[in-house]
C-alpha cells in the first residue's frame, strides 16, 4: 500500500500522527499513536446464509475464511490501565480476512457507535483542542469552545463508554459506512457492527476502579485457554435518503440488520508480541463487492495507518 503522492494529503497525515504523539505525551517506539495495547487472536470466519445476498466478496462466498483479531484499548500510551476512564475507551476490534497469499480485507471498529468529526481536518482541530487546553486556566478552554461549535464532537465526547467484563463480552461498530455489490448488482449500504454471541456486560464504575491494570487482557488470555470466543457480524442497511458519506450521522434503530456471519477465535496468534506490532489494518475495503460510501474519512485514516504502520516496523526491527 503505497502512501499518498499528493503533498497535501500526505503532510495532514504526518501532522495528525504528530498531535497524536503529543496527546501521548511523546512518541512510543514500536507501537500504534491509538489503540497501543493490544491483543492478536486467530481464527474463521464463516458467512451466513444472508451474506451473498449482499455482496459478492469472496469471504461472503466461500465456506470458510481464515482470520486475525487485534482486540484494544484506546490510548496510543502501551501500558494504559484497561479501567482507565479516559485512556482505555472506546476499545477496538480489527477484523483481518485472510482471502489468499498477501491478499486480505479488513474492518476497523470501535465500541463506540459514534465518531467526533467528519473529516480529517476537523479530527485534527479536536486534536489541537486537546492539546491547547489547560484545565487550570480560565473557560471556555480550547476544548469547550471546540466542542460548542461540533455538536457531533460534543455527542461523541458525553456519549457512555461503559467497561465490559471481557471483550468477548463488548460490541464494536465501523466508523465509516460501505457500498455493498451482490453478484447481480444490487447495491444496499450498510455499517458493521461486531457482536458477541456471549451477550454484552458491563461494570459499574465501582466494579471498574476495582479492576486490575490489566484485566480485560488477562481474562481475555485465560477465556480462550478454555473455549472459543465467538462474535456475530451484521450490517445495519441504511435505507433511501440516509446519509452515507458521514461518519458522524448514525442511522435509526428501526433500520434493517442483516446477519453477515460468524467469527470463531480458537487461539491467541503465535508470536503475538511482534505480530501485532507488525500487522497494519487498513480501514478501507480492498475487495471486490465491498466499496466506500464515500466517507471522506477512509483516505486520511488509511493513509495514517500505513505512515504509523511502518514507522512501527522501523522501531521493532531496528532499521
Known sequence: MPLPTDEKALALSKDLLKAFDTVNGGEHP????????????????????????????????????????RFSDFAGIPNVPDNDPRGASPRGCAIRFQLAEHVHSDIVSHSADSFPTRTAEEFLEFLHALISTDPTGPHPNAIEQFLGTHPAALAFVQLPKPFPTSFAKESFFSVSAFKFTNADGKVRYGRYRILPAAGNEYLDDTAAAAQTPN?????????ISKEPIKMHIVVQLAEDGDVVDDATVRWPEDRPVLKFGEITLTVKAPDDDIEKKRIIFDPRPQVDGIESAGDPLFQPRADIYLLAGRRRRAAIDGK
Open 215 to 223: 484485566f480485560l487482557f488477562d481474562e481475555i488470555t485465560e477465556r
Open 30 to 69: 514500536g507501537f500504534r499513536p491509538a489503540h497501543a495495547k493490544g491483543a492478536l487472536f486467530t481464527g474463521t470466519f464463516t458467512p451466513s446464509s444472508d451474506a451473498a445476498s449482499l455482496t459478492r466478496a469472496p469471504h461472503a462466498q466461500k465456506p470458510s475464511t481464515p482470520v486475525t483479531v
